[in-house]
């Protein structure tokens, strides 16, 4: 605040004159050119309110005039002559009262003379008690003690005299002091409250029981309530809601034992019922004896604030979930993609034993998902050289012109020796290039795996000229491993096919068959099902269609963990190892998820331990493309697979039925179309065991397997 004097008087905080300082303080009116406002009571200064003076206003004394001059010369002297006038007045009363009663007092005639001195100091200070010391010394020494030629007769007088002077002066000293003090304490206690009352921040002052000692302006506008009303009162049964008092209690109880400065927020509630949001910093004053005396809150209003950052958060998360739909979005069609063109492959192994048709269409299939321009197959035989190479996306022209197949130089040589994938974006400028025959097209990037079953390499796959000129990424890669592994398999399997004859080929073709058939193509229908529901909820809820897409990506990744171990020779991957029970569990649990029949499982007890291997896995086979079959043909809301031992401890029961739209049962059997069926007769002669089909249309199918228990059981594959 910058204070401006024409008058040479200046009001300023800590410097300027005193007297204007404290009729400020004190409400005495002042003028200043703030709009007309004037000083209000308490120090506080506002255009006729207390609020407080505006920042930058300008208090000023009226311009010179006679009149002015001769006010102010008035208000300036006033003061002084009041001071001194008064000391001169008690002096006189001092000497009368003296006067009156000294019959009665005589010869001490000091004491009124001393209260005189110490009304004085009081009232008017060091000065006008040194002038009522002079004053009263001059009356007691011509008008109560001897005459000036008999003082040196009365030495005693003379030190009484001394001693009254000495006194009087120490009196004026302390009470002047004692009354500066004074008045220096109630300019600062002043100035705090005009401090405090103009504060926007909010200021309480609490006791050590929690009740309210002050109670600023920002404050009562906050909450509506006058310091009058809360004083005296605890904090929490004013302002705070329920559920927040025992928190700030303990908060309290913190500061009470020391444990300050400290930072709170909480909300407090206001006398029209509306929440704010308060953050408090808060510490406490400590007595002398080291005991908190008083804990001080300054808080600031923060409900807008917390409202914009959480509106903000709210809209960012909006923006960032709305993102991860479309990218949710966009994987789902991608993994839509995948699936499409893994179910294909596996029709195409499944569907069709010739070697060139397999090959080729898992070429096609995987020279478009990759949207490549070009693709190869290369079969090496059993001499490990390379004998047969199918290509895609060449026209027979082309292949013609090219002539005779390659002769494993250059990359294709070197993904052979290697036998690890490779990906090249600029096939002329790898050091294992060696150029391309006449007539061959044109081409830059490069993906290659090797083809591999029980460790032994039989091809090498190749997809070139990816659309758009981009080169392949790891996400190619994986995508064309998992299509390799079902072209090794399926090259394994014709292989195996051409060198052993009759009955054995056949019969190692339909285990393939059932185990692609049961296995790899019932989840894939599983992940099928999954994928429905989730386009299903594109719009709906993104936080359960992004689980549902990671379920999608676990699937196609147990997808190719089976087609692994089918490689391997070990079996789907996924159920390896597990007891009966807990492989159908997880299938019961799949199906649920990922179709509208609601299926339960009933195991009984000792029915895993009972079982060899073998046996658990051909009945898991067998339940599974039973249930399959209901979720895909019989429209059944509800279904059961209970397993248990006959009587006598000898047979395994398994008993699958549901509610399903049934069918007629042929008298001669069923045809040999029916892939699925003829597959678990065959598990089940396998086992030594039989299996009934029960169903009759619109009253459900009941499928009963009955597996003789041994600790060697024939598989026949």
């Not at 444990?259 to 909300?267: D, I, Q, R, S, V």
């Not at 991860?324 to 063109?341: I, M, N, S, V």
Request: aromatic fraction near 6%; hydrophobic fraction near 45%.
């Amino acid at each position: 605040m910058t204070v401006n004097s024409k008058a040479s008087t200046h009001l300023a905080l800590g410097s300027g004159c005193p007297y204007h300082i404290e009729r400020c303080l004190k409400g005495t009116p002042l003028a200043c050119e703030a709009g007309g406002a004037r000083c209000g009571p308490a120090g506080h200064c506002g255009a006729g309110s207390s609020s407080g003076l505006p920042v930058g206003a300008s208090v000023v004394a009226k311009p010179h005039d006679p009149h002015g001059v001769r006010n102010m010369s008035t208000q300036s002297m006033h003061p002084a002559v009041r001071r001194y006038g008064l000391a001169v007045l008690v002096t006189v009363l001092a000497f009368l009262l003296t006067v009156l009663i000294r019959p009665w007092i005589e010869p001490n005639v000091f004491p009124l003379f001393f209260v005189a001195v110490m009304v004085s100091a009081w009232y008017g200070g060091l000065g006008p008690a040194l002038l009522a010391t002079v004053l009263g010394t001059a009356a007691i020494f011509y008008f109560f003690v001897l005459s000036p030629p008999d003082v040196a007769r009365s030495p005693d007088v003379l030190s009484r005299l001394d001693l009254f002077v000495i006194v009087a002066l120490f009196i004026s000293v302390l009470t002047a002091a004692r009354k500066q003090a004074q008045e220096a304490l109630k300019k600062e206690r002043d100035f705090t409250t005009a401090v405090l009352d103009t504060a926007s921040s909010l200021v309480v002052v609490l006791d050590v029981r929690g009740r309210i000692v002050r109670f600023n302006r920002a404050c009562e506008q906050l909450t509506g309530y006058s310091f009058a009303e809360v004083m005296g009162k605890p904090v929490w049964d004013l302002f705070l809601i329920p559920e927040e008092v025992e928190p700030v209690k303990r908060v309290f109880a913190q500061l009470r034992t020391g444990h300050f400065p400290n930072e709170y927020e909480n909300f407090w509630m206001t006398r029209d019922g509306c929440r704010h949001l308060i953050a408090w910093s808060n510490t406490a004053l400590v007595g002398n004896g080291g005991e908190v005396e008083y804990i001080i809150a300054t808080g600031i209003d923060v409900t807008e604030r917390k409202r914009a950052e959480d509106e903000r958060a709210q809209f960012v998360h909006e923006q960032a979930a709305r993102a991860a739909a479309e990218r949710l979005y966009e994987q789902e069609q991608q993994q839509t993609a995948r699936l499409w063109a893994l179910h294909e492959a596996s029709l195409a192994l499944t569907s069709d034993l010739a070697l060139e048709n397999v090959l080729q269409r898992v070429v096609d299939l995987s020279r478009n998902l990759l949207n490549a321009r070009y693709g190869a197959l290369g079969v090496i035989g059993e001499d490990g050289k390379l004998n047969q190479f199918i290509t895609s996306g060449i026209s027979p022209q082309v292949h013609a012109a090219i002539g005779r197949l390659p002769a494993s130089l250059g990359l294709l040589g070197y993904l052979m020796r290697k036998g690890e994938p490779i990906r090249v974006n600029d096939i002329q400028s790898h050091p294992e290039s060696v150029g391309f025959p006449p007539n061959h097209p044109p081409m830059k990037t490069l993906l290659g795996i090797p083809l591999s079953y029980q460790g032994q390499l039989l091809g090498d796959l190749y997809l070139t000229e990816k659309a758009g000129g981009l080169p392949f990424d790891e996400k190619d890669e994986e995508l064309l491993q998992l299509f390799g592994a079902q072209a090794a398999a399926a090259l394994a399997n014709a292989r195996l096919a051409r060198r052993i004859e009759g009955l054995a080929v056949v019969e190692e073709r339909q285990r393939f068959a059932m185990d692609l058939h049961d296995g790899i193509i019932q989840s894939i229908y599983a992940i099928g099902l999954t994928l429905e529901s989730a386009v299903r909820r594109t719009d709906e809820d993104p936080g359960a269609l992004r689980e549902q897409l990671r379920t999608i990506i676990q699937g196609l990744d147990e997808v190719i963990q089976d087609i692994r171990g089918y490689i391997a020779d070990l079996g789907p991957g996924r159920f390896g190892g597990k007891a009966l029970t807990a492989g159908l569990t997880d299938l019961v649990r799949s199906i649920r998820m990922n179709s509208m029949t609601q299926v339960r499982v009933k195991v009984e007890e000792g029915v895993d331990e009972s079982l060899t291997p073998p046996q658990t896995t051909e009945l898991f086979h067998i339940a599974r493309e039973v249930l399959t079959n209901i979720v895909k043909h019989a429209r059944a809301s509800r279904a059961q697979v209970r397993v248990e031992m006959d009587d006598d401890l000898e047979h395994v029961i398994v008993v699958i039925s549901d509610n399903g739209v049934g069918f007629a049962v042929p008298a001669e059997g069923f045809a040999g179309q029916h892939r699925g069926l003829r597959n678990m007769k065959q598990r089940v002669a396998g086992m030594g065991g039989t299996l009934r089909v029960l169903s009759t249309p619109g009253q459900g199918t009941t499928v009963e397997i009955v597996a003789p228990v041994t600790n060697e059981v024939p598989m026949v594959h």
